[in-house]
Protein backbone atom coordinates (compact mmCIF):
# COMPACT_ATOMS: atom_id res chain seq x y z
CA UNK A 1 0.00 0.00 0.00
CA UNK A 2 1.71 3.22 -0.87
CA UNK A 3 0.62 6.03 1.61
CA UNK A 4 0.41 9.69 0.69
CA UNK A 5 1.66 12.33 2.29
CA UNK A 6 0.58 16.14 2.58
CA UNK A 7 2.87 18.40 3.34
CA UNK A 8 1.07 21.39 5.16
CA UNK A 9 2.99 24.36 4.66
CA UNK A 10 2.80 26.71 1.17
CA UNK A 11 3.23 25.17 -1.81
CA UNK A 12 3.25 27.54 -5.30
CA UNK A 13 2.03 26.18 -8.11
CA UNK A 14 2.18 28.43 -11.14
CA UNK A 15 -0.97 27.54 -12.83
CA UNK A 16 -4.13 25.58 -11.86
CA UNK A 17 -5.06 22.62 -12.60
CA UNK A 18 -8.83 21.98 -14.05
CA UNK A 19 -10.82 20.28 -11.89
CA UNK A 20 -13.01 17.10 -13.89
CA UNK A 21 -15.56 18.00 -15.53
CA UNK A 22 -19.15 17.59 -14.28
CA UNK A 23 -20.76 14.50 -14.78
CA UNK A 24 -23.51 14.55 -17.92
CA UNK A 25 -25.81 12.65 -15.79
CA UNK A 26 -26.61 11.36 -12.49
CA UNK A 27 -28.97 8.68 -13.44
CA UNK A 28 -27.23 5.65 -12.35
CA UNK A 29 -24.50 7.04 -10.07
CA UNK A 30 -23.86 7.81 -6.61
CA UNK A 31 -22.74 11.02 -4.93
CA UNK A 32 -20.57 10.51 -1.81
CA UNK A 33 -22.23 13.31 0.82
CA UNK A 34 -19.03 13.92 2.98
CA UNK A 35 -19.26 15.62 6.19
CA UNK A 36 -15.96 16.73 7.49
CA UNK A 37 -17.06 16.39 10.63
CA UNK A 38 -17.90 20.25 12.07
CA UNK A 39 -20.28 20.71 14.18
CA UNK A 40 -24.18 20.88 12.81
CA UNK A 41 -22.76 19.91 9.31
CA UNK A 42 -24.55 17.10 9.48
CA UNK A 43 -27.75 18.68 10.09
CA UNK A 44 -27.03 20.74 6.51
CA UNK A 45 -26.24 17.35 4.87
CA UNK A 46 -29.31 15.48 6.14
CA UNK A 47 -31.49 18.14 4.55
CA UNK A 48 -28.87 17.95 1.02
CA UNK A 49 -29.59 14.13 1.42
CA UNK A 50 -33.43 14.06 1.34
CA UNK A 51 -33.40 17.03 -1.35
CA UNK A 52 -31.16 14.39 -3.92
CA UNK A 53 -33.20 11.66 -2.79
CA UNK A 54 -36.19 13.38 -3.34
CA UNK A 55 -34.73 14.05 -7.05
CA UNK A 56 -33.69 10.42 -7.58
CA UNK A 57 -30.53 10.77 -7.19
CA UNK A 58 -28.64 7.49 -5.10
CA UNK A 59 -26.31 9.18 -1.84
CA UNK A 60 -24.28 7.81 0.54
CA UNK A 61 -23.03 9.19 3.08
CA UNK A 62 -19.26 9.34 4.95
CA UNK A 63 -17.81 11.67 7.92
CA UNK A 64 -14.30 12.36 8.77
CA UNK A 65 -13.20 11.34 12.43
CA UNK A 66 -11.63 14.87 12.47
CA UNK A 67 -11.97 18.05 10.42
CA UNK A 68 -8.48 18.89 11.45
CA UNK A 69 -6.48 16.75 9.11
CA UNK A 70 -7.57 15.41 5.91
CA UNK A 71 -9.36 12.05 5.07
CA UNK A 72 -7.94 8.80 5.78
CA UNK A 73 -7.10 7.27 2.84
CA UNK A 74 -9.62 3.95 3.67
CA UNK A 75 -12.35 6.82 3.31
CA UNK A 76 -10.81 8.24 0.17
CA UNK A 77 -10.62 4.78 -1.29
CA UNK A 78 -14.24 3.82 -0.60
CA UNK A 79 -15.66 7.10 -1.87
CA UNK A 80 -13.65 6.47 -5.14
CA UNK A 81 -15.01 2.72 -5.24
CA UNK A 82 -18.36 3.45 -4.71
CA UNK A 83 -19.31 6.31 -5.71
CA UNK A 84 -19.27 8.72 -8.89
CA UNK A 85 -18.89 12.38 -7.50
CA UNK A 86 -18.50 14.01 -3.98
CA UNK A 87 -20.00 16.94 -1.81
CA UNK A 88 -17.76 17.96 0.98
CA UNK A 89 -19.38 19.84 3.59
CA UNK A 90 -19.27 22.16 5.75
CA UNK A 91 -16.36 24.05 6.13
CA UNK A 92 -16.23 27.26 8.38
CA UNK A 93 -12.71 27.99 10.05
CA UNK A 94 -9.17 28.02 8.30
CA UNK A 95 -7.67 24.44 9.38
CA UNK A 96 -11.04 22.81 7.85
CA UNK A 97 -11.18 24.95 4.46
CA UNK A 98 -7.67 23.66 4.07
CA UNK A 99 -8.17 19.53 4.70
CA UNK A 100 -11.61 19.77 2.71
CA UNK A 101 -9.71 21.85 -0.01
CA UNK A 102 -6.78 18.88 -0.06
CA UNK A 103 -9.61 16.00 -0.09
CA UNK A 104 -11.36 17.87 -2.75
CA UNK A 105 -7.86 17.53 -4.64
CA UNK A 106 -7.42 14.02 -4.15
CA UNK A 107 -10.73 12.63 -5.08
CA UNK A 108 -10.71 15.27 -7.86
CA UNK A 109 -7.23 13.25 -8.93
CA UNK A 110 -9.07 9.96 -8.65
CA UNK A 111 -11.50 11.33 -11.48
CA UNK A 112 -14.36 12.61 -9.22
CA UNK A 113 -15.93 15.83 -9.75
CA UNK A 114 -16.61 17.11 -6.41
CA UNK A 115 -17.70 20.65 -5.09
CA UNK A 116 -16.84 21.29 -1.48
CA UNK A 117 -19.76 23.84 0.48
CA UNK A 118 -18.13 26.07 2.78
CA UNK A 119 -19.04 29.50 4.62
CA UNK A 120 -18.90 32.57 2.93
CA UNK A 121 -16.29 33.86 5.62
CA UNK A 122 -13.62 31.43 4.35
CA UNK A 123 -13.71 32.68 0.82
CA UNK A 124 -10.38 34.10 0.62
CA UNK A 125 -9.40 30.65 2.98
CA UNK A 126 -10.53 28.77 -0.29
CA UNK A 127 -9.03 30.57 -2.73
CA UNK A 128 -5.66 30.69 -1.31
CA UNK A 129 -5.37 27.07 -0.68
CA UNK A 130 -6.38 25.83 -4.06
CA UNK A 131 -3.98 28.24 -5.70
CA UNK A 132 -1.23 27.01 -3.61
CA UNK A 133 -2.21 23.43 -4.68
CA UNK A 134 -2.76 24.37 -7.93
CA UNK A 135 -6.18 22.97 -8.25
CA UNK A 136 -8.93 24.79 -9.82
CA UNK A 137 -11.74 23.33 -7.40
CA UNK A 138 -15.54 24.44 -7.31
CA UNK A 139 -16.65 25.63 -4.30
CA UNK A 140 -20.25 27.00 -3.02
CA UNK A 141 -19.94 29.73 -0.03
CA UNK A 142 -23.05 29.39 2.10
CA UNK A 143 -23.58 32.13 5.14
CA UNK A 144 -21.37 32.72 8.14
CA UNK A 145 -21.71 31.41 10.78
CA UNK A 146 -23.19 27.82 11.13
CA UNK A 147 -22.96 26.83 14.45
CA UNK A 148 -25.46 29.16 16.22
CA UNK A 149 -28.28 28.56 13.08
CA UNK A 150 -31.25 26.62 14.23
CA UNK A 151 -31.85 23.19 12.33
CA UNK A 152 -34.76 25.17 10.19
CA UNK A 153 -32.19 27.68 9.09
CA UNK A 154 -29.47 24.69 8.63
CA UNK A 155 -32.27 23.28 6.05
CA UNK A 156 -33.14 26.48 4.48
CA UNK A 157 -29.63 27.06 3.16
CA UNK A 158 -29.11 23.33 1.82
CA UNK A 159 -32.67 23.99 0.36
CA UNK A 160 -31.33 27.68 -1.16
CA UNK A 161 -28.21 25.92 -2.41
CA UNK A 162 -28.95 22.29 -3.14
CA UNK A 163 -29.70 23.29 -7.13
CA UNK A 164 -26.04 25.22 -7.24
CA UNK A 165 -24.27 22.30 -5.51
CA UNK A 166 -25.50 19.87 -8.00
CA UNK A 167 -24.90 21.82 -10.69
CA UNK A 168 -21.05 21.79 -9.91
CA UNK A 169 -21.34 18.16 -10.19
CA UNK A 170 -23.89 17.57 -13.07
CA UNK A 171 -23.94 19.32 -16.46
CA UNK A 172 -27.88 18.45 -16.06
CA UNK A 173 -29.31 18.02 -12.56
CA UNK A 174 -32.43 16.35 -11.78
CA UNK A 175 -35.43 18.65 -11.75
CA UNK A 176 -36.28 19.85 -8.12
CA UNK A 177 -38.98 17.63 -6.50
CA UNK A 178 -40.87 20.71 -5.94
CA UNK A 179 -41.34 21.32 -9.44
CA UNK A 180 -42.12 17.83 -10.39
CA UNK A 181 -44.44 17.78 -7.07
CA UNK A 182 -46.93 20.63 -8.22
CA UNK A 183 -46.49 19.52 -11.72
CA UNK A 184 -48.36 16.09 -10.58
CA UNK A 185 -50.58 17.88 -8.36
CA UNK A 186 -52.08 20.21 -11.22
CA UNK A 187 -52.30 17.41 -13.59
CA UNK A 188 -54.16 15.34 -10.98
CA UNK A 189 -56.26 18.44 -10.16
CA UNK A 190 -57.35 18.61 -14.67
CA UNK A 191 -58.28 15.08 -14.00
CA UNK A 192 -60.43 15.64 -11.13
Known amino acids: MTLLLRDPTAEIASALRPRRPALDTLVGKRVALFD???????????????LMNARGIVTRRYKKPTNTRT????????ITLNCHAVVIALSDCG????????????LDERDLPGVSVLTEEFMDAFETQRRAIGFDGAAIF?????QNRSRTELESFADKFCDEILLQICAAPPPAYQARTEGWQSERAERH
Not at 36 to 50: P, V
Not at 71 to 78: G, R
Request: negative net charge; hydrophobic residues 35%.
Open 36 to 50: IGKMRGDEFIDRLEI
Open 142 to 146: VPHPM
Open 71 to 78: APIEIIHD
Open 95 to 106: SCTSCSTHDLFT
